[in-house]
């Protein structure tokens, strides 16, 4: 079965700390602190694993790192409580970096240098992966991933460096709901595909059973009770029945809001919003039939959570104030009665795109499977390879024993062979000349004797 990536899975922890740069200002909490840093000497600070949940940024553990450490500076804690989202977004706040206490900027100096080795080791692995399938590096794809930071200066963080930030984070967050939405599609496409390859392998009579139960499970996931617009006047007034225990009657749009943002902060994020739907999507979704995908669960709630921020969130901020929560219950919106159609009423996808999408994964299979014979051949190349020179080892080893074998019967030949005897002329050792022809020895006296 296609599996889509974790981050499909995970929204309300990416819910919690989606706004973690554009919003942070808001989680803050202290009065203004007037700060003498001619008499304060600073501290250092020790900073455990970040607290704040995973945004699903691949620079993510960075990001939050960051942010605790400037949270940690006086000066730029008043000035990120104070700052507006145009401030944010335009890099005015990146300037009061200047002013963050020296012992701190030390420390985002190591944050930066971490993360310059730990993006050189990805790059590296990325590379090394490509090149071993065959693939063309994009080095210019690679370079992307240093773009939350200035990799030119790889040793001290600079205002570029928390701009750069700030700027990637705001851009990555916006699209990442896009992001899921395209990973959601091909997951349906997957699944669809991976059925009607089933139904080829099937002879003509378990195909017909298998399509009457897949149209059966459709009707199945369709019939269910009718689900009220999100954010919809009902919607809200069925929460506060069946959540709250309270009468319908007696709804009330500020006590309703202040009940249900859970960390007190006078705003509703993402995670707090998703949190409202969890009644409508127990009418459609249900985690042990066989007709009731969860993973399309989660992409409705998604949806919910979406119409909902286009309705009520006018600055865009990806927060609901109470004040923008109380205008929307005042809109002719609010009244709808209308009920909201499901992704089994919304095709996500035309035949022409699911054509496209297979011919996609033949294409890749068809790579895969040329890739698998070139490397066959280079084993089996390897292996002729290596049998000749297995040969040529032999061979060798052969020729060295049969000189080996030559030498040693010659030095016993040598070894064994008696002396020859001396013929006429011959030189004998010990005398100085050789006898004349027909000499021959006669008795020398030796006096004293006989």
Known sequence: ????????????????????LLSLWLCIQSVPISVDKTKEKPKEEELGPPESADTGL?????????????????????????????????GKLSKELNFVQHNFRTKLDELKREEMNRLRMLIKAKHDIKEGNGQTVDHQALLKQFEHLNHKNPH???????????????????????????????????????????????????????????????????????????????????VWQEADGLDPEDFDPKTFFKMHDSNGDGFFDESELEALFTKELEKVYNPENEEDDMVEMEEERLRMREHVMNEVDTNKDRLVSLSEFIA????????????????????LYTEEELREFEQQLANEKNDINKKSAELQKEREELERKQEELDAQKLGLKQAM?????????????????PAAPLTAGEHVPGNSQPRPPGHQQQDVPVPGHS
């Open 401 to 417: 024993e049969e000189m080996e074998r030559v030498k040693s019967q010659n030095l016993n030949a040598d070894v064994k062979q």
């Open 58 to 90: 691949h620079y993510d553990r960075y990001l939050r790192e960051v942010i605790e450490y400037l949270e940690k500076d006086p000066h730029f804690r008043e000035k990120l409580k104070n700052a507006n989202m145009d401030d944010i977004k335009q």
């Open 156 to 238: 001290t963080f600079e205002v570029d460096d928390l701009d750069r930030l700030i700027k990637s984070a705001t851009n990555d967050l916006e699209n990442f709901d896009k992001d899921r939405h395209d990973e959601f599609k091909q997951y349906e496409m997957m699944k669809e595909h991976e059925r009607r390859q089933r139904l080829k392998n099937l002879n003509e009579e378990d195909r017909k059973k298998e399509e009457e139960h897949y149209e059966e499970m459709k009707k199945k996931h369709a019939n269910h009770p009718k689900v009220n617009h999100p954010g919809s006047e009902d919607q809200l007034k069925e």
């Open 1 to 20: 079965m296609y599996a889509l990536p974790d981050q499909m899975v995970r929204s309300e922890a990416l819910a919690r700390c989606g706004l973690v």
């Open 328 to 347: 929307a219950t005042k809109k002719e919106e609010f009244y709808e009665k209308d009920e909201w159609e499901t992704l089994d009423q919304n095709p």
